[in-house]
């Protein structure tokens, strides 16, 4: 276990996993524990720092969170942001008000006051922080001073140097805030005083004995797609619990060419001693996806079919308990929101029938895709499953618009393959995040020799991203957008037009659906 661990309690926020991903960044160990969580739990974490992090709720009101005495007993330093520092202004005998509209969005921040915070910063000129709250401190707790201010806010920061407690109004782990991670830095190196000591080696093995001790004697089935994260997932359990682990791989049968035989060949030759059951169920799932043409209903399906399947299997298996997924965090803060808006179902998080008869167990829950394929290499995966682009659990049947059939599919299988070979001839698979055809619920007018057609549209999207929480369209040479849509029109029945998707994330989302 590394030495030095900060805790961070979790108040809500959306971007608590981000600021647990930036302190990971800098090389120290991190949990998130939630703000209800036992004084045992708080006392045995051994944390040498503490982060409040940022919520939904206003603070004072009768069912919002409060701050455990607990917390600050334990003599550590602590960072407040955002709920965070209204919580330690408002138990420390500050004033807050409630102000009438929230403010979202950037902020030009002038640092008031000197700080250990701010070192190494350029702070003769404002920069640029991301701000998201309605209420505000107005009147800072004895002990600390006022050490930032933007044009709305008078008090953006505030310090108690003495006691080593500090609070952020602005989020400095979101992307959008310059000095951010220096910030968050100098609280941990310089405030804190700790060393960088944590790695993925060391996730690894934490990530081995958590799994142990959940799953103790028992059993687990694991979700395999051959997607990164399900086998990263696949060897932390391997790992873990050895023979005790089953990895089903289903072929719902929306699936790209030839993708179910390429995947278990690779996953055989790779991963030699996997208990690997392949199940064919591509009838039972387009059954069950006959006629249905909306997004959510398509996923909610998909996702009861996968779990009755997993049921069905485990039951053939003595001794399983569990039920193992590759979820990772972007996967888990989108099928939740504080307000109770879904963006989408996750078919391994919001699809879940509620009466599932397994537990889960979910060992990349908190981490982004770039740090899972960290993990794959530090476990010694190769490039080739590594550098696999993400593919949707609900498969082909959230690109393809409209209801989903054999034939509908089987057009979309054969122009996305097209498209993959053309790009994967220039390199450009890897050098993106994702590309993929989508097939429109459309007809349009073309000609063809002296034919009229009226045939389908596919649409191609390409993004760059670095987590998936946000994307941009890739700009390809238009060579080669030339070549992918003429390789489609001419060789893919059914299809007389090629768009190219210049929409970014967000406002839109990477998949169509
Ligand atoms: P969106 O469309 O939400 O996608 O911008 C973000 C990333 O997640 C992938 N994705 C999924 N992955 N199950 C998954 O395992 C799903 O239901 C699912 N839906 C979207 C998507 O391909 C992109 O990389």
Redesign the pocket.
Same mark, same amino acid.
């Given at each position: 276990m590394p030495a030095s661990k900060v805790l961070i309690i979790d108040y809500g926020s959306q971007y608590t996993q981000l600021i647990a991903r930036r302190v990971r960044e800098a090389g120290i160990f991190s949990e998130v524990l939630p703000c209800s969580a036992p004084e045992a739990l708080i006392l045995a974490s051994g944390a040498k720092a503490l982060i409040l992090s940022g919520g939904p709720d206003n603070v004072g009101d009768a069912d919002a969170p409060t701050l455990n005495p607990l917390l600050l007993s334990l003599k550590v330093p602590v960072l407040g942001i955002c709920y965070g520092m209204q919580l330690l202004a408002h138990c420390l005998g500050g004033g807050l008000v409630n102000a009438r509209d929230r403010e979202y969005g950037p902020a030009e921040l002038t640092v008031t006051g000197a700080s250990p915070l701010w070192k190494t910063l350029l702070t003769d000129k404002p920069f640029t922080v991301w701000m998201s709250h309605g209420n505000r401190v107005t009147r800072i707790p004895e002990g600390f001073s006022a050490i930032a201010r933007t044009p709305a806010l008078d008090i953006a920061a505030m310090a108690d140097e003495g006691k080593k407690l500090y609070a952020l109004q602005f989020h400095p782990e979101v992307h959008h805030t310059q000095n951010g991670s220096r910030i968050l830095q100098n609280f941990l190196f310089d405030i804190a005083g700790l060393t960088p000591d944590w790695t993925m080696s060391s996730f690894a093995e934490q990530a081995v004995r958590e799994i142990r001790a959940k799953v103790g004697n028992d059993g687990v089935v694991l979700a395999l797609s051959g997607?990164v994260?399900s086998t990263v997932a696949a060897v932390l359990l391997h790992r873990a619990i050895g023979d005790r682990l089953h990895c089903i791989f289903v072929d719902h049968g929306l699936l790209r060419l030839n993708e179910g035989e390429e995947v278990t060949a690779l996953l055989k030759r790779h991963m030699p001693g996997l208990n690997l059951h392949h199940i064919r169920a591509e009838s039972l799932f387009l059954d069950h996806l006959a006629g249905v043409d909306d997004p959510e209903q398509k996923?909610k399906i998909i996702g009861r079919t996968f779990i009755e399947i997993f049921e069905r299997e485990a039951r053939g298996i003595p001794g399983v308990r569990f039920l193992g997924q590759g979820t990772i965090y +972007?996967?888990v803060i *989108?099928s939740h929101s504080a307000k109770g808006v879904v963006?989408? #179902? @996750? @078919?391994?998080v919001g699809g879940l029938p509620e009466k599932m008869r397994l537990e889960l167990v979910e060992p990349l829950r908190e981490l982004f895709k770039d740090e899972v394929r960290a993990l794959g290499r530090e476990l010694g995966l190769p490039e080739e499953m590594i550098l696999r682009q +993400?593919? +949707?659990? +609900?498969g082909l049947a959230?690109r393809l618009l409209g209801p989903v059939n054999r034939e509908r599919l089987d057009i979309l299988r054969a122009a996305d393959h097209a498209m993959q070979q053309e790009l994967s001839a220039r390199g450009w698979d890897r050098r993106v995040?994702?590309s993929f055809a989508v097939l429109l619920p459309l007809r349009t007018v073309g000609v063809m020799g002296d034919d009229r057609t009226y045939e389908n549209v596919v649409a191609l999207r390409v993004v760059d #991203?670095i987590d !998936?929480m946000t !994307?941009d369209w890739t700009r390809l040479p238009s060579e080669i957008l030339a070549a992918v849509s003429s390789r489609i029109i001419s060789e893919v029945h059914g299809v007389n037009r090629v768009v190219y998707d210049i929409s970014s994330?967000p406002p839109s989302?990477? *998949?169509w659906e």
């Amino acid at each position: 276990m590394p030495a030095s661990k900060v805790l961070i309690i979790d108040y809500g926020s959306q971007y608590t996993q981000l600021i647990a991903r930036r302190v990971r960044e800098a090389g120290i160990f991190s949990e998130v524990l939630p703000c209800s969580a036992p004084e045992a739990l708080i006392l045995a974490s051994g944390a040498k720092a503490l982060i409040l992090s940022g919520g939904p709720d206003n603070v004072g009101d009768a069912d919002a969170p409060t701050l455990n005495p607990l917390l600050l007993s334990l003599k550590v330093p602590v960072l407040g942001i955002c709920y965070g520092m209204q919580l330690l202004a408002h138990c420390l005998g500050g004033g807050l008000v409630n102000a009438r509209d929230r403010e979202y969005g950037p902020a030009e921040l002038t640092v008031t006051g000197a700080s250990p915070l701010w070192k190494t910063l350029l702070t003769d000129k404002p920069f640029t922080v991301w701000m998201s709250h309605g209420n505000r401190v107005t009147r800072i707790p004895e002990g600390f001073s006022a050490i930032a201010r933007t044009p709305a806010l008078d008090i953006a920061a505030m310090a108690d140097e003495g006691k080593k407690l500090y609070a952020l109004q602005f989020h400095p782990e979101v992307h959008h805030t310059q000095n951010g991670s220096r910030i968050l830095q100098n609280f941990l190196f310089d405030i804190a005083g700790l060393t960088p000591d944590w790695t993925m080696s060391s996730f690894a093995e934490q990530a081995v004995r958590e799994i142990r001790a959940k799953v103790g004697n028992d059993g687990v089935v694991l979700a395999l797609s051959g997607g990164v994260d399900s086998t990263v997932a696949a060897v932390l359990l391997h790992r873990a619990i050895g023979d005790r682990l089953h990895c089903i791989f289903v072929d719902h049968g929306l699936l790209r060419l030839n993708e179910g035989e390429e995947v278990t060949a690779l996953l055989k030759r790779h991963m030699p001693g996997l208990n690997l059951h392949h199940i064919r169920a591509e009838s039972l799932f387009l059954d069950h996806l006959a006629g249905v043409d909306d997004p959510e209903q398509k996923r909610k399906i998909i996702g009861r079919t996968f779990i009755e399947i997993f049921e069905r299997e485990a039951r053939g298996i003595p001794g399983v308990r569990f039920l193992g997924q590759g979820t990772i965090y +972007p996967d888990v803060i *989108e099928s939740h929101s504080a307000k109770g808006v879904v963006i989408k #179902s @996750h @078919h391994n998080v919001g699809g879940l029938p509620e009466k599932m008869r397994l537990e889960l167990v979910e060992p990349l829950r908190e981490l982004f895709k770039d740090e899972v394929r960290a993990l794959g290499r530090e476990l010694g995966l190769p490039e080739e499953m590594i550098l696999r682009q +993400p593919f +949707p659990g +609900p498969g082909l049947a959230v690109r393809l618009l409209g209801p989903v059939n054999r034939e509908r599919l089987d057009i979309l299988r054969a122009a996305d393959h097209a498209m993959q070979q053309e790009l994967s001839a220039r390199g450009w698979d890897r050098r993106v995040w994702q590309s993929f055809a989508v097939l429109l619920p459309l007809r349009t007018v073309g000609v063809m020799g002296d034919d009229r057609t009226y045939e389908n549209v596919v649409a191609l999207r390409v993004v760059d #991203s670095i987590d !998936a929480m946000t !994307a941009d369209w890739t700009r390809l040479p238009s060579e080669i957008l030339a070549a992918v849509s003429s390789r489609i029109i001419s060789e893919v029945h059914g299809v007389n037009r090629v768009v190219y998707d210049i929409s970014s994330k967000p406002p839109s989302t990477i *998949e169509w659906e």
